[in-house]
Every structure is written in structure tokens, then in C-alpha cells.
């Protein structure tokens, strides 16, 4: 399945190269920069009954935007980027159907998990998405977090992914090291997803064509949704054009 996307980058929906974001230095590498309002993408979605695409708020000055998209399909978008459990409530509120987070449940490489239990008994295990974003190193694959600078210590595999579940709904995991090129997917990820994970789960990251949707649903069997970012016409590509995906959408699941 297709899930869109709403990038957000100083207030604007943008789509740029992953690995490209920092903390500190110039502005990160750009595909794309929108004249339209997080709003309209998302009212989009809604007319389409596209369910469960995710807004990412890439650094700060992004919540205006993200509560706008929010509240103009209330129930439809997750949302992530400074997530925590002081705020996580306040965003579904306002329409979020799930919180993504990342980067606060790690101190440094370490996952916290009195952290994690936090998080979930402020929004439920329903309400809530962990984003697993990896880069390789060494043959594995590892969550990175802090707008994917740092590498931590959990490793993706079945037992790690088991254990995670238990405490949210899906996964949201971006292949860093291709997110934002248009250069492929990483298909050895998508499918040791396809048989780590026991939930739900979206994978991110160098879709260039409507064949990579279709190896995603084929390879996986089904089991592992894909976002596409710039290489939809949507964000000013010419990959992959966003009325054959939503079309993909009502063939594979004719209620979608």
C-alpha cells in the first residue's frame, strides 16, 4: 500500500536528501519546496481516503503546520518530530490518529525504556507509532536518531522488533542512507521487515517508480506499506505519478 507524506521544514512542505539534515551548518539538501500549505496536501489525502500518511516536523517552526495539517483531516495522519509525553496528548487533540516518536525515548545510543512506559500510558499502545529509522553499518542495520546524525545501540532484527512491539500500534522505519535520492529502494530491508516484524509497518526511503511500489506489496507480501516523497509528482518528480499510486491503493484494497 501507498501511505503519503507531509514533510515539514521550517514551516514549509519540503522534501530533502535524509542524511542531508543537521543540527548545526547550512540548509539541508532540497528536492523540493511547495507553494501549497501542509493543509491542502492533507485535505488531498482526505479526499482520496488515504489513511495512515505521516507528518514529519524536521527540526522546529513546523507546529503551526502540523496542526493545520492535522485538523484538516482529523483522524487520517500520524505525527512525529519532537514528540514526548508532555505533548504527545496535545496532538491528538487536535486530529493526530497516532504520535510517532523517536529521538526521546533514547538517551544518547541508549533506548529508555521508563521512558518508552511513559509514553504509552499517556497515549495508549494504540495511539502510538515508533519510528525505527535505520543506517547500515557493519553488514546490520541500526536505529539512528537526532534527525538521523546519531547511531544508537538497538540493531534491527525479529527479537528486537518483537519486544518494541508490544508497545505501539506500527513501525515507521526510513532507510536513511537512500531516503531522498530516488535511487531505489533498499529491498534487503523491506524484506527482512516483511518477516521481523508482527505489526504493521511503513518503510521510507529511494522509491523511484510504481514498480518499487509493487515489489514492496509483492516482496513483503503485503505485510509492508511504502511512502513515496520526491519522486511523486506531487513534490515535483517524475517517477511516480500520484494518481496511479492512489489507483494501486484501490486495486490491492478496493475499500481504501
Known amino acids: ?6 514533510d515539514l521544514h521550517h514551516g514549509k512542505v519540503k ?18 519546496v511547495s507553494e501549497r500549505s501542509s493543509g491542502w496536501y492533507a485535505e488531498l489525502y482526505r479526499k482520496d481516503g488515504l489513511k495512515g500518511g505521516h507528518v514529519i516536523q524536521l527540526g522546529p517552526g513546523n507546529e503551526a503546520a502540523a496542526r493545520e495539517a492535522l485538523q484538516a483531516y482529523p483522524q487520517g495522519l500520524q505525527v512525529g ?11 491528538l487533540e487536535v486530529g493526530a490518529s497516532h504520535v510517532i516518536v523517536t529521538s526521546w525515548i533514547f538517551e544518547g545510543a541508549v533506548l529508555r525504556r521508563d521512558r518508552l512506559d511513559s509514553l504509552t500510558e499517556t497515549v495508549g499502545a494504540d495511539r ?28 534491527l532484527g525479529p527479537g528486537v522488533m518483537k519486544d518494541l512491539a508490544q508497545y505501539c500500534d506500527e513501525f515507521l522505519i526510513h532507510a536513511v542512507d537512500v531516503e531522498g535520492l530516488c535511487g531505489g529502494i533498499d529491498l534487503p530491508l523491506v524484506r527482512h521487515l ?23 506489496h509483492q516482496e513483503s507480501g503485503g505485510k509492508v506499506d511504502l511512502t513515496i516523497g520526491s519522486a511523486l509528482d506531487l513534490f515535483g518528480g517524475s517517477g511516480i505519478a500520484y ?14
Request: charged residues 25%; negative net charge; proline residues 6%.
Open 243 to 256: 494518481k496511479e499510486a492512489v489507483a494501486f491503493n484501490r486495486k490491492v484494497e478496493p475499500s481504501a
Open 194 to 216: 516483511a518477516d521481523w516484524s508482527p505489526i504493521p509497518t511503513t518503510y521510507a526511503g529511494g522509491a523511484r517508480s510504481m514498480e518499487d511500489l509493487q515489489t514492496v
Open 1 to 6: 500500500m501507498f501511505r503519503p507524506c507531509i
Open 81 to 91: 518530530g519532537g514528540i514526548h509525553a508532555d505533548n504527545a496528548w496535545s496532538y
Open 15 to 32: 522534501q530533502i536528501v535524509g542524511g542531508s539534515l543537521k543540527d548545526d551548518g547550512p540548509d539541508p539538501e532540497t528536492n523540493f
Open 128 to 155: 502510538l507509532v515508533l519510528d525505527l529509522s535505520c543506517r547500515k553499518r557493519d553488514g546490520a542495520y541500526y536505529v539512528v536518531t537526532n534527525r538521523w546524525q546519531t547511531f544508537t545501540d538497538l540493531m
